[in-house]
């Protein structure tokens, strides 16, 4: 597992964008599919967008499509969401995840997660 921590969030207009950040820990971080999730006030945990441990692979959420970017940077054990466009809906706290050798939209397919990032989008 490597250890995970999200930045970045904050209070938007909507049409706004953010860029969140979540640096990890480990020398293995290359190995590792990263993800995005977001969880909304009464809601499940729902997946964002997701990218392969080679950067060549990503998926996205139809709510994500055309909208957010996910992209890492493996020397700097990092990995980004840029958000544009956001809407009120996507109002959530939003969480960075990892998993040697998997891959995935799951919860369950992650076994390593941040505290999350508080992403609120105002009308």
């Known amino acids: 597992q490597v250890q995970l921590v999200e930045s970045g969030g904050g209070l938007v207009q909507a049409g706004g964008s953010l860029r969140l950040s979540c640096a990890a820990s480990?020398?293995?971080?290359?190995?590792?599919?990263m993800a995005w999730f977001r969880q909304a006030p009464g809601k499940e945990r729902e997946f964002v967008t997701s990218i392969s441990w080679n950067g060549i692979s990503t998926l996205y959420a139809d709510s994500a499509k055309g909208r957010f970017t996910i992209s890492r940077d493996d020397v700097k054990n990092m990995v980004f969401l840029q958000m544009n466009g956001l809407q009120p809906e996507d109002t959530a706290v939003y969480y960075c995840?990892?998993?040697?050798?998997?891959?995935?939209?799951?919860?369950?397919?992650?076994?390593?997660w941040g505290q999350g990032t508080q992403v609120t989008v105002s009308s």
């Open positions: 480990g020398r293995t971080f290359g190995i590792y599919t």
């Open positions: 995840a990892a998993v040697r050798g998997g891959s995935g939209r799951d919860v369950s397919n992650y076994d390593s």
